[in-house]
């Protein structure tokens, strides 16, 4: 009996140590790998959290600034939220009036092949989330006195980007020509010239006396408009933190085409000469 | 020379056993602070966790703000920026380019037409010359424009000139370069 007892007292203390060893290895390792692995991710997810929450000041600061910046509204004007025909045309007869021509027809046509692809490849791309294409059917609007119909055909649309053309046909001198393409070049609204033909003869002053330095000009512009955006995109805003803010050359370069607009005519420079006398 | 060893066994010292009560209870004290230290870890782990299901919250949260209408505005302008700076670069001033050709067209020679295309740049001028000798000269001063990628005369034919003499009738066709429509 005393000999059992003294086995049992001798077997106790590496068996205990044994269980706590079994413990150790089977519950507190993988705990504490456990914690050291959760510890780990939520440093991460802090520096995450930290990240973000200082794009979000950074948001939140550039809106404050957005709110004020004047260049809001050039750029809003240059590229519309929609085809606004009857703006493009408002602002095209002040510099068809201003410049002295005869507008003697305007038109808009969407072909259906004109995607401005070109245009959107890149921007697809850092663009999370299609956004919806508003449907292309508005309606035509009725072009300047005198003008033929105004027709618009509904055309395929691009993810980011839609365009159409409009073309115009007037009838002045020289310098009238020469006015007429420099202030359409700085219109308040981006347009791109895509053709342009000017000859001679397609007008007269009156029957008994005609006019021989009235000329005629056909102008295609290329028009762009994007739909609004109803949510942000994490791309977008990324570039915007990443960077520093907008981007300023690209505004610049808008408001050195806008800035144009309003010039008044500039007489022609000595050395140049209507190539149509 | 005598080495003296000494043989004798030292003096059995007293050795303290345990007792089995004291073994008893730091078996248990071990078995106590193993289970406690693993409650410890467990408790840690699932704080980690709670904070961690909290932090991924607040960091979809702020995801949320920032793709939210919130700031749909700026990322609408931003888009709109980055549009504009791709369309610009097509943007042309045809008339800095016009005032500046006019300059290189030879003075006996009037355009009838001109017509510009701007998928490849290409410039087709009709026009009239009093002469041959006054067309090969237009062409010599036209090749001389800075813009011009390439030009060729395309035809030239005597034809009757509004004065009632006869003139020359020519069509060029012509390929500037895109630095011809610059703001300069």
Known sequence: MIKKSIGLRILVLPLSLAVVVLIAVLYVQPAFSEIMKRKKSLDESRKQLVSIQAQTAKLAQLKASWDSMEEKKIVTVALPVSEATDDFLGELYQKVTSSGVLLDSFSTAKSESSEASYLCSAQSQTAQGAE??????????????????????????????????ASIGAKGNWDQIISLLKYTSGMNRIVNLKKVSISKGG??????????????????????????????????????????????????????????????????????????? | MVTNINLVAPEEEKKTALSGRTTMALSFSLLLAVLAIWLILAQISRAYQSQQTSIEN????????????????????????????????????????????????????????????????????????????????????????????????????EAPAQNGSVGISFEINAVVNKTAYDKK
Not at chain 1, 137 to 158: C, E, L
Not at chain 1, 228 to 254: C, E, M, R, Y
Request: one cysteine or more; proline letters at 5%; a neutral charge.
């Open chain 1, 132 to 165: 919806g294409m508003p449907s292309s059917s508005s309606s035509a609007p009725s072009g300047a006195a005198g003008s033929p119909g105004v027709a618009i055909s509904s055309s395929a649309s691009s993810a980011c980007v839609q365009n159409f053309s």
């Open chain 1, 203 to 277: 007008a007269t002053g009156t029957e008994n006396n005609p006019n021989p330095d009235m000329l005629s000009v056909m102008l295609d512009f290329e028009l762009f408009y994007t739909p609004q955006k109803s949510t942000g995109t994490l791309a977008v805003n990324d570039l915007l933190v990443l960077g520093n803010g907008f981007d300023k050359s690209a505004l610049s370069k808008i408001k050195e085409i806008v800035s144009s607009a309003y010039e008044q005519p500039v007489v022609i420079q000595s050395g140049e000469r209507n190539m149509f006398k």
């Open chain 2, 58 to 157: 607040q960091i979809q949260q702020e995801k949320n703000k920032i793709s939210g209408q919130d700031y749909a505005v700026l990322a609408d302008f931003q888009q709109k920026v980055n549009l504009l700076n791709r369309i610009i670069p097509d943007h042309s001033y045809f008339d800095v380019y016009l005032r500046n050709f006019s300059q290189y067209l030879l003075p006996e020679v009037s355009l009838v037409s001109l017509k510009w295309d701007s998928s490849g740049d290409k410039v087709t001028l009709q026009g009239s010359a009093p002469s041959f000798d006054a067309l090969s000269k237009a062409m010599i001063l036209l090749k001389k424009y800075p813009n011009l990628a390439s030009i060729e005369l395309k035809n030239a034919s």
